[in-house]
């Protein structure tokens, strides 16, 4: 399954590099583009773990970058 989501706050784009390392780990996640410019993030994941994953992926944006603000597209 493909999400996109808008993502705001981030300082700079080896931090979204950074984060996007680490959201590619996340067991279940394929895919994982952060675009710093553009304030998007792009997830490819098995939709069959879906709450799960967007889970994972809020924390681990949260514990790396914590004044990030996410919203679902």
Do not use: H, W
């Not at 792009?42 to 889970?55: F, G, P, S, T, V």
């Not at 924390?59 to 603000?69: A, L, N, Q």
């Amino acid at each position: 399954m493909k999400c996109k989501c808008k993502i705001k706050g981030l300082d700079c784009a080896n931090c979204a590099a950074e984060l996007e390392r680490t959201i590619q780990k996340i067991e279940g996640v394929s895919m994982a583009t952060i675009s710093f410019m553009a304030e998007r993030m792009e997830l490819e994941y098995d939709e069959n773990r879906e709450e799960e994953i967007i889970k994972k992926v809020i924390k681990v944006i949260k514990r790396e970058e914590p004044d990030v603000e996410i919203e679902m597209l």
